[in-house]
């Protein structure tokens, strides 16, 4: 079946150490993203591709870094730099059309202790 | 840009009673618009989506919505909830023709059915 995995499912770290949340598609989309969730804010876009080998910064970027080194992966890092880590993270993928239907994977709960 | 505006963060119904959850659209150019669910602590899966064509959309689990140009608004409705509909609504907003593809998420609306 075709789908979003993501991985670990609860992630759990002390402050000041970086953490990597895989993505991994196999849907042959050519659009990733990488959403922050937190209670009553909705979602909050962080990275997006369009195309391997290229990203962009989305609202809330600073404190994370992402690479597309393949099609079926987009990687997000969360570093020592990002402030309040401690959130529910959701990737998405999307195939490059303008209808844009996103397809959502189970997400990554981190909480930095 | 476009912005997106859930009129409601929580509504709370009994079950079988019908629902409506509003979302209202802000946006210089044609839209596509969509309404997601998400179930506790899962990611998100869609219900429905207006492209274009017929203004009344219907979706998975017996979800319809309005897309009301004039009104800019894209409200989504079920006329008999169940206890299972408990859960976390988003609409969300992106381009036609000359807008963000990307899209814009509202902040949520959450659905409390009781029994």
């Known amino acids: 079946d075709g789908g979003i995995t993501q991985s670990p499912k609860y992630l759990f770290r002390k402050e000041g150490q970086n953490v990597t949340l895989s993505c991994e598609q196999n849907?042959?989309?050519?659009?990733m993203y990488w959403y922050r969730q937190d209670p009553g804010q909705g979602l909050r876009l962080i990275y997006y591709?369009?195309?391997?080998?290229?990203?962009q910064k989305g609202d809330i970027a600073e404190g994370y870094s992402v690479s597309r080194e393949k099609k079926e992966s987009f990687p997000l890092t969360v570093t020592s730099a990002q402030k309040n880590p401690t959130a529910f993270y959701l990737c998405?993928?999307?195939?490059?059309?303008?209808?844009?239907?996103?397809?959502f994977g189970p997400g990554t709960r981190l909480t930095v202790l | 840009a476009q912005s997106v505006t859930q009129l409601d963060s929580q509504v709370p119904v009994f079950e079988e009673a019908p629902v409506e959850l509003r979302c209202n659209y802000s946006?210089?150019?044609?839209?596509?618009l969509f309404w997601y669910v998400q179930y506790p602590n899962q990611g998100l899966q869609l219900l429905l989506k207006?492209?274009?064509?017929?203004?009344l959309v219907k979706g998975i689990n017996g979800f319809e919505a309005e897309f009301n140009k004039s009104q800019t608004s894209f409200h989504l409705r079920k006329p008999s909830v169940h206890i299972s509909d408990t859960a976390e609504y988003f609409c969300?907003?992106?381009?036609?023709?000359?807008?963000?593809?990307?899209?814009?998420f509202g902040r949520g609306t959450s659905l409390i059915v009781h029994p």
């Open positions: 207006y492209l274009s064509g017929s203004t």
């Open positions: 946006s210089s150019v044609s839209v596509y």
């Open positions: 969300a907003v992106s381009r036609g023709r000359g807008g963000s593809y990307i899209p814009t």
């Open positions: 998405a993928s999307s195939k490059e059309t303008s209808n844009n239907e996103q397809f």
């Open positions: 849907l042959n989309h050519d659009a």
């Open positions: 591709s369009q195309i391997v080998n290229d990203f």
